[in-house]
């Protein structure tokens, strides 16, 4: 059904579009920005990653610009605990005075990775380093969350300090011991009783543990957890992640639908940091994998990204493509598409016989 055509340039005409003065727009009517929706510290903190990976690959001052302003929306929306803020309407207001753990994990993980950044100017990590150290001075292992646990940890990972890695260390044995509470069988082989969103952060995160630590317990938990995680989302021959209409409960059958773009990114990113950490070959391939996703190699043989405005739709479902065009869609493609190209990885568009269009 697909052939494999010349590797595509990276559209950025969406990222721009969906960004305005203040940060990156939360969702979109098709390729149109939704104003009604305002904005998430959440969208705006991986658009942060993302802008900083386009400046270290091409270092453009319109990309720094996005920099700026993705950081500064972080910077504002952390409050006096040190915590963040998460939903905010289109006239600037947030509407909670404290977000999600999911999004204390996510703006951890992108202001210790712009920190890190040696393209970074020294100001922008200055004032990264200080909204980290205002957020690690918040009552971190509250969280229950095991995805924003695992968030954390790898935000933590860019930092070089003895304080960093001791609660690396801490986050990592919480996670390891769901882990094994969890595991009681071999065909069960993860850290809680369902699959459901965002699932290779968790064996990432390990990795990462595993590489600040050393300790092989968690390397072991890694290479496992990755592994079930693959004969689940690989087993049709593409990468085919588990649905959010119903997710996929131990014992039961995984939800085919509605596969969310958010997936492939995260497995295509977690993979290269697994072939980082170990050098296995395959986790290259299941990178690519991955990320072929967007591009047709999926359960409806179609192109998730439009090439009439360079936005990436919002998934698949029971009748087709989502043709909206959010702001988690588009991050996450670039992030991935970016993160290849480090490894001097080839992202090759596949063509189909069929219109992203069709039913």
């Not at 969208?43 to 001052?61: F, G, P, T, W």
């Not at 069988?185 to 600040?212: C, H």
């Not at 179609?302 to 043709?323: H, K, W």
């Amino acid at each position: 059904m697909n052939t494999l055509a010349l590797e595509s340039q990276l559209d950025k005409t969406h990222i721009f579009r969906m960004t305005d003065d203040t940060g990156m727009f939360q969702h979109a009517k098709f390729g149109v920005p939704d104003l009604s929706k305002g904005y998430t510290t959440d969208d705006n903190a991986r658009a942060l990653i993302m802008a900083v990976m386009l400046y270290e690959k091409e270092q453009k001052k319109s990309y720094l610009a996005l920099v700026y302003r993705y950081l500064a929306f972080v910077l504002y929306s952390q409050n006096e605990t040190g915590r963040f803020r998460n939903f905010m309407t289109y006239d600037r207001k947030f509407i909670e005075a404290e977000g999600s753990e999911d999004c204390f994990g996510r703006c951890l993980w992108a202001l210790g990775y712009t920190m890190e950044s040696t393209v970074m100017p020294k100001g922008v990590q200055d004032v990264c380093a200080r909204a980290v150290a205002a957020a690690l001075d918040t009552k971190l292992f509250a969280i229950k969350s095991i995805r924003s646990q695992a968030y954390v940890l790898i935000g933590l990972g860019f930092l070089k300090t003895e304080a960093a890695h001791l609660r690396i260390c801490e986050i990592a044995t919480q996670l390891a011991d769901s882990f094994d509470k969890c595991t009681k069988t071999s065909e069960w082989q993860w850290f809680e009783d369902e699959l459901t969103y965002d699932n290779t952060v968790l064996p990432w995160a390990m990795f990462i543990a595993y590489r600040a630590t050393k300790e092989q317990r968690f390397l072991d938990i890694a290479r496992k957890s990755l592994a079930f995680v693959d004969t689940v989302t690989f087993r049709d021959g593409f990468f085919r992640p588990v649905g959010c209409d119903g997710w996929y409960k131990k014992d039961k059958e995984p939800a085919l639908y509605d596969q969310q773009p958010v997936e492939a990114s995260m497995s295509t990113l977690a993979h290269l940091v697994a072939f980082e950490i170990t050098e296995q070959a395959d986790m290259l391939e299941f990178a690519q994998k991955s990320f072929a996703w967007y591009l047709g190699e999926n359960s409806l043989g179609q192109s998730l990204i439009d090439p009439e405005t360079g936005g990436c739709f919002d998934g698949i479902t029971p009748t087709g493509v989502n043709r909206n065009q959010g702001a988690e869609s588009i991050v996450g493609y670039t992030m991935a598409k970016l993160a290849l190209s480090k490894h001097n990885l080839t992202t090759p568009t596949f063509m189909t016989n069929q219109s992203c269009f069709e039913r």
